[in-house]
């Protein structure tokens, strides 16, 4: 049986053949380095004096924040943190 390169049937006959893709520039494995990142960036903002809060809204709220947020040129949570402050002021009036 001749081996045609376009045949992808016989994995056997393909077995060390180097595939094209993106070459491995980590030891790590995905999951260790998405662990690493994320304890990273939580150590940032530790030290930036910001904590964590998860909500959920739906998503009509989600697009007026988002399209809020582009308007004036800061991220959605800034937007969030800025509102939710002078919500409180507003309070303590």
């Keep these: ?55 959920k809204i739906n998503a009509e709220a989600v697009d007026a924040l988002n399209q809020l947020a582009e308007a004036r040129n800061i991220s959605r949570s800034e937007l969030i943190e800025e509102m939710v402050l002078a919500q409180l002021t507003r309070q303590q009036r």
């Design 1 to 55: 049986m001749a081996k045609e390169n376009t045949d992808r049937t016989t994995i056997d006959l393909f077995a060390d053949e180097r595939r094209p893709g993106r070459p491995k520039t980590n030891p790590l494995t995905r999951d260790e380095q998405l662990r690493i990142n994320k304890r990273n960036q939580l150590r940032r903002d530790k030290v930036r004096g910001l904590k964590r809060v998860e909500l």
